[in-house]
């Protein structure tokens, strides 16, 4: 039986680099079973020229990346979500809007490349652990059998692929 592609949203709060970098991971690694969005609290309403410089290199289609607000996914006629994933702590804290489709959620910290300090080089290094980071946990979650397991076993497997301190370091 055919099954629409699970949406996953990714939230951090300016949604110009981590959510940005795992909603293009999600679409390349899970085409055609999953379906990636981002969004920030407080979008900054550009993305980041290292991670787009990054995802361009390793040969991501970058035309639609955007920095977006949270609300395009909880207003009418958004799609019904299934995943959403914070990947910063701040916006872990923060209280969400309510979501269509009553998803599962989980956080999945990675350090803000954005913050990083020193030259270019160990900018665009931060940006690669960054990327690292995301494509491990978003490569173990698309390998899950989502279909095949309940809820309660889902929510604790996508629970611990951020707990998982070998991919934090």
Known sequence: MDHRPYNVLFLCVANSARSIMAEAII???????????????H????????ALNLLSRLNF??????SKS??????????????VFTVCDVTAKEECPSWPGQP???HWPVP???????????RALAFAD???MLNNR????????????????LQAKIDTIGKDRGLKD
């Open 70 to 83: 949270w609300e395009e996914f909880a207003a009418k006629g958004a799609p019904a979500l299934d995943f």
């Open 112 to 122: 803000d490349p954005v913050k990083a300090t020193g030259d270019d080089a160990q």
């Open 43 to 50: 979008p900054s309403g550009t993305v980041e020229p290292m």
């Open 27 to 41: 679409n390349r690694i899970g085409a055609g079973t999953f379906r990636g969005f981002s969004a920030g609290r």
């Open 130 to 132: 960054a990327y690292r």
């Open 138 to 153: 978003v490569s173990i979650f698309t390998a899950l059998p989502v279909r095949d397991l309940d809820k309660v076993t």
């Open 61 to 66: 289609d970058v035309s639609g990346l955007r």
């Open 104 to 106: 599962l959620s989980a």
